[in-house]
């Protein structure tokens, strides 16, 4: 009977059934709300029912629709993403709009609604969606031609002169300079459009209507033209800025056979864009509208995306961008820089002033961190008929940090002026401790990683009592020292360190090699205050992904290696979720006095947040600090996280108050 109590979940408080229930599918919170009367009301809390995907619910009736509508969805909501949806079907209405006028009622919280291959054509217009909503996305979707119209049917008696383009937009200043709001409310400010061929530049012209709209997604658009953009981009007009001047994201993307329409819709782009900061091109033909884009005086960030261009072409289409401040490539062909690799754009009006590097979450990422004839001096450790060098070919500087085994000094190779960090460990003292095998570890695993936030490795040599390694220089030191001068970062600094991290060791799992080390300690941050992993003496790489080895350090350990059991990449799950708290706190979420009470407390999974922790920073650690690895949050849903995304900057961190130095 002890043991049945054990195992009986009635037996746990409200808050980890509702953590258990929130695994489920729409589906399965449904049915578990049949089991008893607790958990019909456990399944009714609105914490579970703030993301709702119903893409995966085969057979989905307007009855079922109804029903979680009056029995689970509430002011909670916050997401809903629905499929397969008919305006029109035999046996009646299948998506009426009774139940959206429902939902906007009941849902007044509801930010962003997904629809996926659904039928729109027999709803009048938009205007019947919640209007909540901030986000609407559209993938494979039927739509009527006056969705996207702002005014209703009434008003289409209007007089000539407000219905002119001239007349309606001095109308609708004039109504905004008397306060009063827009005939239809629409708060949408991000429009997804994939893969819906009904959308044609009519739609386009009327998305000028819609005052709040600052992100537009149009991919494999194929009937929107060259005129329809030219007509829709924002320029001044008789009554100040037409189009959509509040635009400030354009994306145009054919990935299909029909590059060519790309080629001819770029071109609209020809005509400028006023205010329009950030452009997304995608597809094989993207070289016409790349031409164009240089009009676009406002700009200042550029993504081009699954083209194929060469490095001569970019920099004629982009050198009369003078405000450009960034250039992302993702998954380009036949060009110098790497798939998935980001790079701020060196124009004249950046210089001065650094900033971080966004690197996209890719499966291949490849940046060369020494290149040309720097690349050649230092040499290759990969290579078989690399250069050899000596202690001769740099200038030593000052010592930026002193180990158990060696230093590091700041060094200069002579031939081109690089600066990079040498590392020298005397063969003596790594002989004595027995590590020699730590070191041909780091050699043989760090020499083969090339990623933005992992700390190159360029080549090694050595003498009768030193061994030399030629390292990246990361100007900005240890994370550890930088956390000691601030005390704890805020949740901006914290989520993009998680989201780079994440990122890099994404890409070491791919390639089978798990760090077991990840502390402050052992990241760098460069230049632009990107975060740096180093220190591969504890990494392996292990083709089967488990080891049984008891390393790392105490306060970063996972249950499973205190207990010595075989453990897997999911170790370095832990050290994130650990690295983040110690980040938002200022110390481990384990630390005790006494290595005995830190055993305990990890093994106990004994989690205490602090009242100023955010509730999606909570999630995040509570999701990656669990006791058995297969239930820890992966790296790419860490990188997706709500809190990383909302909080995660693509520039410098500001410095800490105080310290100006």
């Known amino acids: 009977m002890d043991e049945y109590k054990a195992c009986n979940l009635d037996y746990f408080p409200e808050n980890i059934l509702i953590d258990v229930l929130s695994f489920l599918s729409v589906r399965e919170v449904v049915r578990a709300g049949r089991v008893c009367k607790r958990w019909k009301r456990l399944v009714k809390d609105q914490r579970l029912w703030r993301l709702v995907d119903l893409t995966t619910w085969k057979g989905v009736t307007s009855r079922i629709l109804w029903l979680l509508l009056r029995q689970y969805l509430g002011c909670g909501l916050r997401c809903l993403r629905l499929r397969g949806l008919l305006l029109s079907a035999r046996g009646g209405t299948f998506l009426s709009e009774s139940w959206l006028k429902a939902l906007s009622t009941k849902c007044p919280r509801l930010s962003k609604l997904y629809l996926l291959h659904a039928d729109l054509r027999g709803l009048p217009s938009c205007q019947l969606l919640p209007p909540s909503l901030q986000i609407l996305e559209l993938r494979g979707c039927e739509l009527p031609r006056e969705f996207f119209n702002q005014t209703s049917p009434a008003s289409s008696q209007e007089t000539p002169e407000a219905t002119s383009s001239v007349g309606a937009q001095q109308k609708r200043r004039d109504q905004k300079g008397k306060g009063q709001a827009s005939p239809s409310g629409i708060g949408i400010d991000t429009l997804v459009l994939n893969n819906v061929p ?30 329809g953009l030219r007509s829709s981009a924002a320029k001044e007009g008789v009554c100040g800025v037409e189009g959509l001047s509040r635009l400030k994201f354009l994306e145009i993307g054919i990935t299909g056979r029909q590059g060519y329409q790309l080629q001819m819709a770029s071109l609209g782009l020809g005509a400028g864009w006023l205010g329009l900061e950030e452009l997304s091109l995608g597809g094989k033909e993207v070289g016409p509208g790349l031409l164009c884009a240089s009009r676009l005086k406002d700009l200042k960030c550029l993504c081009l995306w699954a083209c194929t261009l060469s490095k001569m072409q970019i920099v004629r289409s982009c050198r009369m961008l003078r405000g450009l401040r960034r250039l992302e490539f993702l998954d380009n062909k036949e060009n110098d820089e790497p798939n998935g690799f980001t790079r701020p754009f060196a124009t004249p009006s950046m210089v001065a002033g650094p900033q971080r590097v966004l690197v996209k979450p890719r499966a291949e990422m490849d940046k ?26 740099f200038d030593i500087g000052r010592p930026l940090g002193k180990g158990k085994f060696g230093n590091v000094y700041l060094a200069r190779v002579k031939s081109l002026q ?32 090339k990623h933005p936030n992992i700390l190159r490795f360029y080549n090694y040599f050595y003498d009768q009592n030193r061994v030399f390694l030629v390292l990246e220089y990361a100007p900005r030191g240890e994370m550890y020292k930088e956390l000691q001068r601030c005390g704890k970062f805020d949740d901006q600094r914290t989520a993009t360190y998680m989201e780079e991290i994440s990122d890099a060791l994404l890409y070491c799992h791919e390639r089978k090699v798990i760090h077991r080390d990840i502390k402050p300690e052992n990241l760098l941050l460069g230049f632009r205050g990107e975060l740096k992993i180093a220190d591969f003496g504890w990494s392996v ?44 706190v200022g110390n481990p979420p ?25 509730d999606g920073a909570r999630d995040l650690i509570s999701k990656l600090l669990r006791h058995n690895p297969i239930d820890r949050l992966p790296l790419q849903s860490v990188i997706d996280h709500t809190w990383v995304r909302a909080n995660s900057r693509r520039v410098l961190p500001p410095v800490c108050p105080g310290n100006q130095s």
């Open 198 to 227: 009904s959308f044609t530049d009519q739609h386009l012209q009327s998305l000028t209507t819609w005052e709040r709209l600052r992100r537009l997604e149009l991919r494999d658009t194929f009937r929107v033209t060259a005129n």
């Open 368 to 393: 060369k961190a020494i290149t040309g004839p720097v690349r050649e001096c230092v040499g290759s450790s990969s290579s078989a008929v690399a250069k050899k060098i000596s202690i001769n070919d």
């Open 541 to 584: 790489h292990a083709p089967s992904l488990r080891r049984r080895t008891m390393c790392g350090t105490l306060d970063y350990l996972p249950p499973e290696m205190i207990e010595g059991h075989t453990h897997s990449e999911k170790v370095d799950l832990w050290c994130v979720g650990v690295l983040c708290y110690e980040c938002l």
């Open 418 to 449: 690089a600066v990079v960090a040498l590392k020298v460990l005397f063969k003596s003292q790594m002989e004595k401790e027995g590590v020699e095998h730590q070191l041909r570890r780091e050699i043989e695993i760090q020499s083969h990683l």
């Open 590 to 614: 384990f630390e005790t006095a006494s290595h005995s009470e830190t055993y305990k407390r990890i093994m106990k999974v004994d989690l205490k947040f602090p009242k100023n922790i955010s």
